[in-house]
């Protein structure tokens, strides 16, 4: 992909809005590079594009929404990426976080329900040059069980409870990240998969739309 951190549309905000993060805990130098690699606007619908390095979530079409880059930040932080890992995204959405993990990965599998956010996600990723990203379109509750196991799976809507199918498919040493409970209340937790067990940690409460699906609401 190319760094557009220095050129472009929109280069000042986007420097604002790293420095934003920066500020309020984000320390992993790769996350807050990735933020100033990827423009964001490219990844909003043009209607609210004017808002696209500001610290909120936005509309992206089909009831759903771009969360807040610092939610996306701290999730990624909360992931403990090192370049190396195979990912599991489930809830494509906009592509940004895509966008992000495939600087901040090795591989990306990234799943997405609704037809037109996946196309919009395809394009944009396209434009960018991203290439370590494999794309699908359909229920992602299953995960993706012909390319697993992954070392860290992100699951970008909430499930009713913590989807034991995506606990196996993470490889040891796997982070799983998922919010859990309905449209009133959420908690984001992590599950850790151990030699033998595994380490589940409620992290902080969440809002996140409904993951829809086999296995989800
Ligand atoms: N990280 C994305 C999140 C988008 S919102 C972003 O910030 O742009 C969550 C997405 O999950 C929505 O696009 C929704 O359509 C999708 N989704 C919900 N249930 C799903 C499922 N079962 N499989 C795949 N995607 C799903």
Redesign the pocket.
């Known amino acids: 992909m190319v760094p557009q951190a220095l050129k472009g549309a929109y280069a000042r905000d986007r420097q604002r809005l790293v420095a934003e993060l920066q500020e309020s805990g984000i320390e992993d130098l790769a996350i807050l590079h990735a933020f100033a690699s990827v423009p964001r606007h490219r ?1 909003v619908p043009e209607a609210v594009r004017h808002r696209a390095y500001a610290n909120v979530a936005l509309p ?1 079409g ?1 009831s ?4 807040r880059p610092g939610v ?1 930040a701290l999730h990624l932080a909360l992931c403990r990426l090192t370049g190396e890992e195979r990912v599991l ?10 966008a992000l993990l495939a600087l901040l990965a090795a591989e990306v599998y990234s ?4 037809p037109q ?1 996946a196309d919009t ?1 395809r394009c944009a990723l396209k434009e960018l040059n991203v290439g370590n990203v494999q794309l699908a379109t ?4 299953a995960g993706w069980p012909e390319a697993a196991p992954f070392d860290v799976i ?1 699951v ?2 909430a499930a009713p409870e913590l989807p034991a199918f995506l606990c196996e498919q993470l490889s040891v040493n796997g982070r799983l990240l998922v919010p859990i409970g309905d449209g009133e209340r959420q908690e984001l937790v992590r599950v850790v998969r151990g030699e033998t067990e595994f380490h589940v940690e409620p992290i902080d409460r969440a809002r ?9 609401w």
């Open positions: 990844f992206i089909c759903q929404t771009i969360s996306h995204e489930i809830g494509t959405g906009s592509g940004f976080q895509t799943i997405e329900r609704l956010l996600a359909g229920d992602g509750s992100l970008g809507a996140f739309v409904p993951l829809v699906g086999r296995h989800g």
